[in-house]
């Protein structure tokens, strides 16, 4: 039932599953021109994960040995898939925590959060155990931290026009690079980029 409901409805005011899109205006620097997957929003606050800005010489076979979960000279026998994982620096809290945003296919009792059909979230390390054995989802992406909101500050941010949102989906997610996923989700919100730098500065 939640994918017949308009990308912001006020009987519904909760955007789990949604991607959040800055606008111009954006006042928080460090969100300028970024795309957040919203994971949980409640009446207590949100978290989601900054989807487009890739960590900086990090790669997943890096991050593996770092945590001493795959030996030095076992790097070489990953599977490709993980190999080219995603590492994004996913928000300002708790950037030393990972989060794997993962499709369906992989389930931790306790641990996993369906958000929605196509997309879950987990964030123990077991899933990247699982990963490096080549036991894991078929879809991933890591996230290092995250973004989060306080009670009723999301919804003052969107009143504001700081964000856009529109429904996500494993597209945007998985198979998309991170420097086009700003543009890609502004043209699921029907706004061509273009008309948007034009806008800018226009009272």
């Avoid at 300028?32 to 919203?38: F, G, L």
């Avoid at 790097?75 to 950037?95: A, D, F, K």
């Amino acid at each position: 039932m939640g994918s017949q409901l308009p990308p912001y409805d006020t009987e519904s005011p909760y955007l789990d599953g949604q991607v959040l899109v800055a606008m111009p205006g954006m006042m928080d620097e460090r969100f300028a021109r970024s795309v957040i997957y919203v994971c949980a929003h409640s009446a207590e606050g949100a978290m989601g994960i900054v989807l487009n800005r890739p960590a900086a010489n990090l790669n997943m076979p890096d991050l593996l040995v770092q945590l001493e979960i795959l030996p030095e000279p076992e790097r070489i026998r990953l599977p490709q898939r993980v190999g080219s994982m995603q590492v994004l620096m996913g928000g300002p809290v708790e950037t030393s925590r990972g989060f794997v945003l993962h499709s369906p296919d992989f389930h931790l009792a306790q641990s996993t959060l369906p958000i929605d059909d196509s997309i879950c979230l987990t964030a123990t390390i077991d899933i990247l155990r699982a990963i490096a054995r080549g036991d894991g989802p078929e879809n991933a992406v890591l996230a290092l931290g995250y973004a989060g909101w306080g009670a009723g500050q999301l919804e003052m941010e969107l009143q504001a026009n700081g964000w856009l949102n529109c429904p996500a989906d494993a597209e945007l997610i998985f198979n998309t690079a991170a420097d086009l996923r700003y543009e890609m989700a502004l043209r699921r919100i029907g706004i061509e980029p273009a008309m948007l730098s034009m806008e800018t500065g226009h009272a």
